[in-house]
C-alpha cells in the first residue's frame, strides 16, 4: 500500500541527502545487448504468459505483444499491452528473457532501455529477476528485484497514481522519482514521448549496501540525463545472480479494471559496472 506523501519525503531525502556507494561511471560502451527488436524474429526468444486470466467472455492468451514499427523511421520496438482495448481481467501479463549474462552476487551493473507510453490508463513495471524460466510466472511481481513501475491506477488505500515514473521502496511500496531542480516529484510519464532509463544495480549483500539501485532519466521534462531517485531497494533482496529481464502488465480486476494502454519497449542492454553511456553513440 502506498504512502504517497511519506514515500515523497523520503524519496527525497534518499535522493538529496544519502551517499551513494555505487562505483564511478566506465568509460562509454561495453553495452550488452538483450533485445533492440529488429529482428523480425526478435521476440522468438521471449517467453510471454498470461498468469492470472479472469478475461470474461473467456480470451486465450489475452495479452498483446508484438512487434511495430515508428512512423517514418527505421526503428522497430515491442509494445506490450495486458489485452486488446476493451478487455478487462486479464491479470498479471508476464514477459520476460534471458540476460546475455548474469548479474553475480557483489557485482553491480547497468541497465538501459527506452520506454514510451502508448496511452493511459494502465499499470505496468520492468526490470531484472533472479528467478528461473520455470519459476517467474508462479511467483509474478515477487520474481523482480530491481522494478521500475509506469501506472496511474487507484490503490486500495484510496490514493491514486499519476503516471509518474516509480521504484521500490521496499517489499510491495513505491516512491516517484524526483526532479532534483524543485525536490518534488517528476511530472506524469508524456503518452508518445520515448524516454532513456538508466539503473545502475548493486548486486551485492543488503547488509553490504547492496540489493539497491538508482535510476537516471533522459525525456520529457529531464532533458539532459538527470539522477531522479538513489537508493531504490530490491524487492525481495534474495542475494542470487540476476539473469533476466522481466515485464509485466494488468487490466485489473474486473471489477476495478485499471486499463489496457500498453508501453513500448526498445534498445534493452546491460553493462557491467556504473555504466551511463548511450548504447550505439
Not at 152 to 158: I, N, V
Amino acid at each position: 500500500m502506498i504512502k504517497n506523501s511519506v514515500l515523497l519525503f523520503v524519496g527525497m531525502l534518499t535522493l538529496v541527502g544519502c551517499a551513494t556507494t555505487m562505483p564511478p561511471a566506465d568509460q562509454p560502451g561495453d553495452w550488452l545487448l538483450v533485445s533492440d527488436f529488429e529482428r523480425e524474429d526478435a521476440l522468438d526468444a521471449w517467453t510471454n504468459v498470461d498468469v492470472e486470466n479472469e478475461t470474461d467472455p473467456f480470451v486465450p492468451d489475452a495479452q498483446i505483444t508484438e512487434l511495430s514499427a515508428e512512423a517514418g523511421i527505421d526503428n522497430q520496438y515491442m509494445l506490450r499491452k495486458p489485452a486488446a482495448d476493451g478487455v478487462i481481467g486479464n491479470r498479471k501479463a508476464l514477459g520476460f528473457v534471458p540476460l546475455p549474462t548474469a548479474i553475480g552476487i557483489g557485482e553491480t551493473y547497468s541497465l538501459y532501455t527506452r520506454v514510451n507510453v502508448e496511452y493511459f490508463p494502465n499499470n505496468h513495471s520492468f526490470g531484472l529477476s533472479n528467478l528461473t524460466a520455470s519459476e517467474i510466472p508462479d511467483a509474478n511481481y515477487d520474481a523482480f528485484e530491481p522494478i521500475i513501475r509506469i501506472t496511474d491506477k487507484a490503490e486500495s488505500d484510496g490514493t491514486k497514481n499519476d503516471g509518474t515514473l516509480m521504484v521500490s521502496s521496499g517489499y510491495k511500496s513505491y516512491a516517484k522519482i524526483i526532479n532534483p531542480e524543485t525536490g518534488a516529484a517528476a511530472k506524469p510519464l508524456a503518452p508518445n514521448v520515448w524516454y532513456e532509463v538508466w539503473a545502475v544495480m548493486d548486486n551485492s549483500a543488503a547488509d553490504a549496501g547492496g540489493q539497491s539501485y538508482e535510476v537516471y532519466v533522459r525525456g520529457g521534462e529531464f532533458t539532459s540525463q538527470t539522477l531522479v531517485y538513489s537508493g531504490a531497494s530490491f524487492r525481495m533482496k534474495r542475494g542470487a545472480p540476476l539473469t533476466a529481464f522481466i515485464a509485466i502488465s494488468n487490466t485489473g480486476s474486473k471489477k476495478q479494471p485499471y486499463g489496457n494502454g500498453g508501453v513500448r519497449y526498445d534498445d534493452i542492454y546491460i553493462a557491467k559496472n556504473k555504466v551511463l553511456s548511450t548504447p550505439g553513440r
